[in-house]
């Protein structure tokens, strides 16, 4: 896969908008990236307008997008799955893969779970309870535990998407560079692989990078954080990779549809130890003009 491929490939993404649901706002229309994202947007005047409209009447809000969110749960369960035995996940997946859709987060009713029970209740569909494997339930306690509001690493290559940089003058903005350490959790200061600037960069602002096919990743979120992979295939209809874990508690260990924002490029070594001592030089230059 060639850097145009790629390129292509996170265009589409953005322009279908599938990203975190739980960082998205109903109210605005509006997805964010990340949690420091959505904290933003919320304190935006535009958010606090529309809340403020929600607030005069938030019942009949709620009542409405709960409305089409269960029109919409039912019509894929008539049209897709008619007098079929099929999970809710798979049906809720092919819900959220419309980037239009109604978020539940918006809606009644607080989880999956909960809104199939209302389904059964209210005879709508018959609702049966199916105990998930052992191996499943700590998988999922592993996502629950390693998900995480930030993301950034070290030895990362990310992408400056940065608007104000850019406005300031500095060519940053679509640039690569190298994380090279993190402050504060959501900062990163990075080092930029063509002209050796170092900026610091809020994560909302920053991109992950896809290698070639056969490149080395860092999963940066999720079940498997802080693990280094061999990237194997990509999916571009479902935008997730499979990997290949290649050292540590996990070596060998082969991971389905890992979403792209949840792995990062790892520099290669060469680049690493280059910018490690040219940063190194730096800072003992400094030290001596002092």
């Known amino acids: 896969m060639g850097k145009s491929d790629l390129k292509t490939m996170a265009n589409r993404m953005k322009a279908r908008g599938l990203q975190k649901l739980r960082w998205y706002c109903q109210m605005c229309e509006k997805q964010c990236r990340d949690e420091n ?95 998930k494997p052992q191996g499943l339930e700590e998988e999922e306690a592993k996502e629950r535990s390693n998900r995480k509001d930030h993301w950034l690493s070290p030895g990362i290559v990310a992408k400056v998407m940065s608007k104000p940089l850019a406005e300031k003058g500095h060519h940053y903005y679509k640039h690569k560079g190298l994380v090279r350490r993190i402050i504060d959790r959501y900062v990163g200061e990075i080092e930029m692989l063509e002209s050796k600037h170092v900026v610091r960069v809020d994560q909302a602002e920053l991109e992950t990078v896809i290698p070639q096919i056969g490149g080395l990743v860092r999963v940066v979120n999720g079940a498997y954080r802080g693990s280094n992979a061999r990237l194997l295939s990509v999916d571009t209809e479902r935008f997730s990779a499979r990997l290949r874990v290649e050292k540590g508690l996990y070596e060998g260990r082969v991971l389905e549809d890992v979403e792209y924002e949840d792995i990062c490029k790892v520099a290669s070594h060469n680049v690493y130890v280059v910018l490690h001592t040219c940063f190194r030089q730096c800072s003992l230059q400094r030290v001596q003009y002092k």
């Open 37 to 131: 994202g959505f904290k933003c947007h919320c304190s935006s005047e535009s958010h606090q307008r529309q809340m403020a409209v929600f607030g005069q009447a938030p019942g009949r809000a709620v009542e409405r997008f709960s409305g089409e969110f269960l029109e919409a749960f039912l019509a894929l369960l008539r049209h897709g799955h008619r007098g079929s035995r099929v999970a809710a996940t798979v049906v809720y997946s092919e819900l959220v893969a419309d980037r239009r859709h109604v978020h539940m987060n918006s809606t009644r009713w607080a989880t999956l779970t909960e809104f199939v029970e209302f389904l059964g209740r209210q005879g709508l569909a018959k609702a049966e309870h199916t105990p």
